[in-house]
């Protein structure tokens, strides 16, 4: 059975930083990309950050360029999230993925997410 567990989230001050972090289980870190999702309140859900199977291959959108980091541990089998500079708008439920292509929309499985809330 596949299962990806995030933890790490919480409440955060803007400028502050948060590692989230998404265990899994049942699944091969090789064989997929990973993606963190976010869902702001009241709004759908958009793509913060992308790993493809391809080692040093990642994407982020604009809004998170240059803040968010994503990175993999193998042995682990974790995948994180590394964000800094955190403002108000990234406020929002966290979640990782693990789907086929960075490049494809549909995913294979995901969790139920972590909250990140920035805020002074």
């Known amino acids: 059975q596949v299962q990806l567990v995030e933890s790490g989230g919480g409440l955060v001050q803007p400028g502050g930083s948060l590692r989230l972090s998404c265990v899994t289980s049942?699944?091969?870190?090789?064989?997929?990309?990973f993606r963190w999702l976010r869902q702001a309140p009241g709004k759908g859900r958009e793509g913060v950050a992308c790993?493809?199977?391809?080692?040093?291959?990642?994407y982020y959108p604009d809004s998170v360029a240059g803040r968010f980091t994503i990175s993999r541990d193998y042995a682990k089998k974790m995948v994180y999230l590394q964000m800094d500079n955190l403002k108000p708008e990234d406020t929002g439920l966290y979640s990782c993925?693990?789907?086929?292509?960075?490049?494809?929309?549909?995913?294979?499985?995901w969790g139920q997410g972590t909250q990140v809330t920035v805020s002074s």
């Open positions: 049942g699944i091969t870190l090789e064989t997929y990309a």
């Open positions: 993925a693990a789907l086929l292509s960075c490049h494809n929309r549909a995913y294979d499985y």
């Open positions: 790993s493809s199977q391809t080692p040093g291959s990642t």
